[in-house]
């Protein structure tokens, strides 16, 4: 009896008995006899013991499709949809009772010129999914990765939620390749979800940023922080990782405002994690910056509790720098274990 089952390229007689009391199932590539939705809902409720579940090209969606059934999977662990058209994806997720524990990975792509205008719109189908995980996280810690990642196309534009690690929550990736409009609407799509739960969650998301500048992907660090402040002002800790000193520079001048009758963004953030920056000048960029303010109001601390760095070295001087500025500083050398070690 089978347990692994991948097809590829060409559909095949789906209702055989010969799919049922699958583990794994992955379809890839099937242009010629791909499912419907309807279809692909029967093959799956013949497998209630499904662990694996990858779908890439492979999906049509159903025009008569009523969306009545629920197919349960209760073992599920891994479940990928990449480059499912939307209303396939929107069919086949409201369709699907998926585990809280299961890892769920989302690749989408532009149509056409008109991409970025449908990008919301492609987004919303797996709303309903994060809305699951964050209720399950309510009043723990949980984390908003936004980023990039490298794929076949060069890279794509990564958010990523997910749970403390002891907590019952899979993380939940969604990639967008091919856009080049700004992403920052991406990261906000899923922010502003995040932050229009109802009752709002007491325990804020951590937001973490990383290698947003890089890949060809102009991303304004001013403008992230302050549309993320607009969804989840009650923030409490911010990341940021990043090979950009201007990137960085300009995350301290957005945090930390020269012009102090500015509103402060994010004013409950207690501790700033910088991590694996290249450029070790950006301490003594913030000294200076700090240096010009006091010749006319005198060194101001951040209002921060806690700045940990993460780097490969720290030198005495930049930990010296850093002390002026901040009530605890927590430097840690990293080890080529520990930047390889999964996030």
């Excluded at 008109?114 to 399950?136: M, N, T």
């Excluded at 109802?198 to 325990?203: H, I």
């Excluded at 910056?289 to 601390?301: H, I, Y």
């Excluded at 030198?315 to 002390?323: D, G, I, P, Q």
Aim: hydrophobic content about 35%.
């Amino acid at each position: 009896m089978l347990r692994v089952t991948c097809i590829r390229q060409y559909g095949v007689r789906w209702s055989t008995s010969l799919f049922s009391n699958l583990h794994e199932l992955v379809l890839s590539g099937i242009f010629t006899g791909a499912p419907d939705v309807d279809t692909f809902l029967e093959l799956l409720s013949r497998s209630p013991k499904l662990t694996r579940l990858h779908v890439q090209n492979s999906l049509r969606a159903d025009e008569n499709s009523v969306q009545t059934r629920v197919v349960s999977l209760p073992c599920l662990q891994s479940l990928k949809l990449e480059h499912v058209e939307t209303e396939a994806l929107k069919q086949a997720l409201n369709a699907i009772d998926i585990p809280t524990s299961a890892e769920c990975s989302f690749l989408l792509a532009p149509d056409g010129d008109k991409g970025r205008d449908l990008i919301p719109k492609q987004l919303k189908p797996i709303d309903r999914r994060l809305a699951a995980l964050a209720e399950a996280s309510r009043g723990t810690k949980s984390t908003l990765t936004l980023g990039g990642a490298a794929n076949m196309w060069g890279r794509s534009v990564r958010t990523t939620y997910k749970g403390e690690a002891n907590h019952q929550h899979g993380p939940l990736t969604i990639d967008v390749e091919r856009f080049f409009g700004n992403k920052i609407d991406i990261y906000e799509h899923f922010a502003r979800q995040l932050g229009q739960l109802e009752p709002p969650n007491p325990v804020p998301p951590a937001l973490h940023i990383v290698n947003c500048s890089d890949g060809g992907y102009v991303c304004n660090m001013s403008e992230l922080l302050q549309r993320l402040h607009e969804h989840l002002p009650d923030t409490d800790e911010i990341l940021i990782e990043d090979i950009s000193l201007g990137f960085i520079e300009d995350a301290f001048g957005a945090l930390f405002p020269s012009d102090h009758s500015s509103p402060r963004l994010f004013p409950k953030l207690s501790t700033l994690i910088i991590r694996n920056s290249e450029h070790k000048q950006w301490a003594h960029c913030l000294e200076r910056r700090q240096q010009q303010q006091a010749n006319w109001e005198g060194v101001n601390p951040w209002p921060i509790k806690t700045l940990k760095i993460e780097c490969e070295t720290i030198s005495a001087e930049m930990v010296e720098t850093l002390e002026k500025l901040v009530q605890n500083l927590v430097p840690i050398v990293l080890t080529l274990t520990d930047q390889t070690a999964p996030r």
